[in-house]
């Protein structure tokens, strides 16, 4: 059995800031969400997706009353290999 990941639990500040969201409509949090996504990529820290690397979050969008993350799979070029150097599909 694989070993489980613990997680710390969160300090008094961030269970206020936290509380303090709980309270915001989702609309707000998106938009909150973005700027945050905006910031990390202006210094160089993009959000990536977590099962799949090589794809960054572009933005957060409501659509249909659901949140969605807007990551597409990045395109291929003739230069990008499997590292062992055997071309990628595409390319």
């Known amino acids: 059995?694989?070993?489980?990941?613990?997680?710390?639990p969160l300090n008094s500040a961030q269970a206020t800031a936290?509380?303090?969201m709980e309270v915001l409509p989702t609309y707000a949090l998106v938009a909150a969400m973005n700027g945050m996504n905006e910031v990390l990529r202006r210094r160089g820290?993009?959000?990536?997706?977590?099962?799949?690397k090589d794809k960054v979050?572009?933005?957060?969008?409501?659509?249909?009353?659901?949140?969605?993350?807007l990551a597409p799979k990045p395109k291929l070029t003739e230069v990008q290999t499997y590292g062992d150097g055997d071309?990628?599909?595409g390319g």
């Open 1 to 8: 059995m694989g070993k489980q990941r613990r997680y710390s």
């Open 87 to 89: 071309q990628k599909p």
């Open 45 to 52: 820290q993009p959000i990536r997706d977590w099962d799949e």
């Open 57 to 69: 979050i572009q933005q957060f969008s409501i659509i249909g009353g659901k949140v969605y993350a």
């Open 18 to 20: 936290v509380a303090q």
